[in-house]
């Protein structure tokens, strides 16, 4: 009981980092603009907060990790809203200079450990047999991503700013032509993501591994990219996705604790297998795919020209 | 108000003034850089772009570097020209140099000069496998071409790390994790004693010759890049789109494979969890850079084994972590793609005009659930 307990709580663990990512490039592709930069938004903004953590808590951690993921997706708002470049190509640039930045600025804490833990606990459920254990003895990030799913979710789908960006996305012409400012919606949703990935980043650094290694996100940022698509773009999914793939990453932990006769290298193999299985699966029906897809997606919007 | 007004034409001079400009840029930033840390900017500067010019032995080094970068970013130019984004070139790399291992391996005294083709061969198989299995997604089940080869870039790195930890250890290696050092009937011929250039670098300068003719001189090669310009024109053509995506990521995943033999079969001549060196990713800041043309290409493959090559004197001379490499990198690709902004379009100055006023249009909210 105690071993289902142990992981279902690192599913949450896992999860978490997937669904900040995933619900910040959620709203940035709702807004038309797919950012592939998410990889190294999470690299820059793990050893920004690692680098505040250490020495100031996981508070200002976590904001530093949100404002380093927004000022680089700032960057790549402006080349890709303002300059119109391709969108593919400058989330490239972002990931492949976010992975080199975060390496050369990390040498500096890699021998650095974060202050003793805190455990958290919520009084009264933590002491549930079985459930306490797992579901109520996180750190705070993992219930504000669940708070952030519902909040996201009323947004794109019960207010006026959120029917505005859904706009944006299928329709940026329309939206234009409406009066909206398109290009300002669309950087402010880019940097809304960006820091939605930077908590990603940070919670990484901060929670889940605890210290900096280089290179440490480990292709979770373009997991969490695929995660969008599998969830059809809708907040609530990615939730459930985010904790359906943090489970298949610490089924390789339990699998080898269990000591099941795999080399360890299969098992790290999982998460990404199972990101290229589900794309597979979730694709194969390209009517569904595209009724689903925000229809600007991926393509400039430059008014006058 | 500085404004973009988009031009008639593209303009040929930008096109190459662009990664000028880019690099003039990069290399601003890194003066800032080198300055911020208490380096020696005029020193910095030396350690990247004179030193790997220096000598012979500098300048035999710089091809060793530049040529896997060549071989692989020819590749990417083609796909990235038909419009096909195959970001998962270290994947194939790396198949590419596990399965001219697995050839060398098999190599004994008695063994021919001739196996080395066999090597290669078997390194252009590995990573064309790799590459059509993101075309056989594509293509049968529309998965996502840059996620599915991105992740089988993890997946290939783990497949080294079982087999130089498991199999293939080397059994009289102390328990490293590597590969027996491959015979030396399996390494390319060197082209000078003393030098470790060899004549890879005549394969990828063949590579070049042939990537320019298939692209500008070939009928199939035309229809590859009217699909990646204007799918539409290319489909009433009746361009077959699914052809495109095949010979797209079968021919960059060889040339990638390729590169990978090369390097087993060169420099470094046994198999190790080193061998994934970003040289993947980094070709494809070299394809953008070399404007996605294969003379273009030789020149960024230069510049991008002098990144290298000055970040590892960087380390040595300077104290500097060798990851300032990526640095630059990636700042170089994020200012060519803003200085190419300039090809299109022209900046103005305008006075700012009166916003017109808002008036709300939309008065009732749909509501969708």
Redesign the interface.
């Known amino acids: 009981m105690d071993s289902i307990a142990l992981l279902l709580a690192a599913t949450l663990n896992a999860g978490t980092v997937l669904a900040f990512a995933a619900l910040g490039l959620l709203i940035n592709e709702r807004s038309g603009i797919v950012n592939?930069g998410a990889e190294?938004m999470m690299l820059v903004a793990a050893i920004a907060g690692f680098a505040v953590g250490v020495h100031h808590g996981d508070v200002m951690g976590f904001a530093a990790g949100a404002l380093a993921g927004a000022v680089m997706a700032a960057?790549f708002g402006v080349?890709v809203i303002y300059?119109?470049?391709?969108q593919?190509?400058?989330g490239?640039?972002?990931s492949?200079?976010?992975?080199?930045?975060s390496?050369?600025v990390?040498?500096a804490f890699t021998q650095e450990k974060l202050p003793e833990r805190m455990h958290f606990s919520i009084p009264g459920l933590a002491d549930i047999p079985l459930i306490g254990p797992a579901l109520f003895r996180h750190h705070p990030m993992v219930y504000i991503a669940v708070v952030l799913t519902v909040a996201l979710a009323w947004f794109l789908?019960r207010s006026?700013a959120g029917?505005v960006l859904?706009a944006v996305g299928e329709s940026p012409e329309s939206a234009h032509a409406?009066?909206y400012p398109v290009r300002r919606i669309r950087m402010l949703a880019v940097v809304v993501g960006g820091a939605l990935c930077g908590l990603s980043g940070a919670y990484i650094s901060l929670v889940y591994t605890p210290l900096w290694v280089?290179g440490m996100v480990?292709?979770k940022g373009?997991?969490a990219?695929?995660l969008t698509?599998f969830a059809t773009w809708r907040p609530a999914r990615v939730l459930l996705g985010a904790y359906l793939f943090g489970g298949v990453t610490m089924l390789q932990f339990h699998l080898q604790g269990e000591g099941v006769q795999i080399?360890s290298?299969?098992l790290?193999?999982l998460p990404?297998?199972a990101?290229?299985v589900v794309?597979?699966l979730i694709?194969?029906n390209?009517s569904f795919?595209r009724i689903n897809m925000p229809a600007s997606i991926g393509k400039p919007f430059f008014p006058g020209? | 108000m500085l404004k973009?007004e988009?031009r008639p034409e593209q303009s040929r001079l930008m096109s190459i003034g662009s990664p000028l400009l880019a690099l003039l840029i990069t290399v601003v930033v890194g003066v800032i850089l080198f300055a911020l840390l208490g380096k020696d900017p005029v020193r910095g500067l030396y350690v990247f772009f004179v030193e790997p010019l220096k000598s012979v032995y500098a300048l035999t080094e710089l091809a060793v570097k530049a040529t896997p970068l060549l071989l692989i970013a020819l590749g990417l130019a083609l796909c990235f020209r038909s419009n096909v984004?195959n970001?998962g070139a270290e994947g194939q790399y790396v198949l590419g140099a596990i399965f001219a291992s697995g050839v060398a391996m098999n190599a004994d005294k008695s063994t021919g000069g001739w196996i080395v083709i066999l090597v290669l061969a078997a390194a252009v198989v590995g990573g064309m496998l790799w590459a059509a299995i993101v075309a056989l997604?594509r293509d049968r089940?529309?998965?996502?071409e840059?996620?599915?080869s991105?992740?089988?870039v993890?997946?290939a790195d783990?497949?080294l790390?079982?087999l130089v930890?498991?199999p293939w250890k080397d059994p009289a290696g102390y328990n490293f994790p590597q590969t027996i050092t491959f015979l030396k009937s399996t390494q390319m011929p060197r082209l000078f004693t003393g030098f470790r250039v060899n004549g890879g670098v005549i394969i990828a300068l063949l590579a070049v010759a042939a990537f320019w003719v298939l692209l500008f001189r070939t009928y199939a090669g035309f229809q590859l890049q009217v699909g990646g310009l204007a799918p539409a024109a290319a489909r009433y053509a009746g361009f077959s789109s699914r052809r495109a995506l095949w010979t797209a990521l079968l021919l960059s995943g060889a040339m990638a494979g390729l590169a990978g033999g090369l390097e087993i079969a060169g420099p470094l001549g046994q198999l190790t969890p080193y061998v994934p060196a970003g040289y993947g990713?980094?070709a494809?800041?070299v394809a953008?850079v070399g404007r996605l043309h294969p003379v273009g290409i030789v020149f960024s493959s230069i510049l991008m084994s002098m990144f290298y090559i000055g970040g590892e004197l960087a380390q040595s001379r300077l104290g500097l972590?060798k990851?300032?490499?990526?640095?630059?990198?990636?700042?170089l690709?994020?200012a060519l793609?803003?200085c190419?902004?300039l090809i299109?379009?022209r900046i103005r100055w305008k006075a700012a005009r009166a916003p017109a006023a808002?008036?709300?249009?939309?008065s009732t909210?749909?509501k969708?659930?």
């Open positions: 592939l190294g960057a080349l300059l119109n470049t391709n593919y190509a400058s490239l640039a972002l492949l200079f976010g992975s080199g930045f390496a050369f990390g040498i789908y006026r029917l859904r409406l009066g280089e480990a292709g373009w997991i990219l695929a698509t080399p290298q299969f790290t193999m990404y297998v990101t290229i794309l597979v694709s194969r390209k795919i020209s | 973009l988009s984004w970001i997604l089940f529309n998965a996502n840059i996620l599915v991105l992740m089988l993890y997946v783990q497949l790390s079982y930890y498991g990713f980094a494809i800041i953008y972590p990851a300032l490499t990526g640095v630059f990198q990636g700042l690709l994020f793609l803003a190419d902004t299109y379009y808002k008036t709300p249009v939309i909210e749909k969708v659930a």
